[in-house]
């Protein structure tokens, strides 16, 4: 079974651009969480989507949006970007929305803002 | 303040016990789990336990939970130079959310 995948892997932008980030989970998986990691901040709570629906969102701006496809597909959206939202975005993928089981991480895009 | 708090660095010898310990504050937390994150990747599930659970054995890796302190620990046994990463500790609210909560992470490192 293919884990998690992530694309891009590694992307530069400049400030003010956006970026659209892709995230598969593993076959079956309906749910699909995104977490941003930087080294001031560790790792962060984006938001989650389980049956295209978010049904849970962490503390940040609008600028940050996400939507899931009917497939489970993920794709996370960063509007106008700032130097600070230079980080490794990691999506993880679960069975379930209920409060826990194993999550599966992909590698990871790394995203530069210049 | 952080809800998840870990040590930041370990060092132990190739072939000793490496001890990883963890506090967390929510005590309605259903799950926690270990992860490891080598250079450059994502992050790889190593172990999870249940709160109702007090104890998790998986080969090298034993996990020991005191819900009352609110500590969880990762022993590694054998520690071999491949072990070295950082070990991250997360938990997950009650709830219907998969929204992990993250520590800073320790950063293991094995000597040969």
């Known amino acids: 079974k293919a884990g998690v995948t992530q694309t891009p892997r590694y992307l530069i932008k400049t400030r003010g651009q956006q970026v659209t980030l892709s995230c598969s989970p593993i076959?079956?998986?309906?749910?699909v969480s995104w977490y941003q990691q930087t080294p001031g901040q560790g790792l962060q709570f984006l938001f989650e989507?389980?049956?295209?629906?978010?049904?849970n969102k962490g503390n940040f701006p609008g600028r940050f949006s996400g939507r899931q496809f009917s497939n489970s597909r993920s794709e996370m959206n960063v509007s106008t970007l700032e130097l600070g939202d230079s980080a490794l975005y990691l999506c993880?993928?679960?069975?379930?929305?209920?409060?826990?089981?194993?999550?599966?991480f992909g590698p990871g895009t790394r995203l530069t803002v210049l | 303040g952080e809800d998840v708090e870990q040590s930041l660095f370990l060092s132990v010898r190739e072939g000793d016990s490496s001890v990883i310990n963890c506090t967390y504050t929510?005590?309605?937390?259903?799950?926690l789990y270990w992860y490891k994150q080598e250079p450059g990747a994502g992050l790889q599930l190593l172990t999870y336990?249940?709160?109702?659970?007090d104890m998790k054995q998986d080969q090298r890796l034993t996990v020991l939970l005191n819900k009352k302190d609110k500590h969880l620990s990762l022993r590694i046994a054998d520690t071999q130079t491949g072990d070295s990463a950082i070990y991250f500790c997360?938990?997950?609210?009650?709830?219907?959310?998969?929204?992990?909560?993250f520590g800073a992470g320790t950063r293991l490192t094995v000597k040969p």
């Open positions: 993880a993928s679960s069975t379930v929305l209920a409060g826990g089981g194993e999550q599966f």
């Open positions: 076959s079956g998986h309906r749910s």
């Open positions: 989507y389980f049956s295209e629906t978010q049904r």
């Open positions: 929510d005590s309605s937390s259903t799950y």
């Open positions: 336990i249940f709160s109702n659970m």
């Open positions: 997360a938990e997950t609210p009650q709830g219907n959310n998969n929204d992990m909560r």
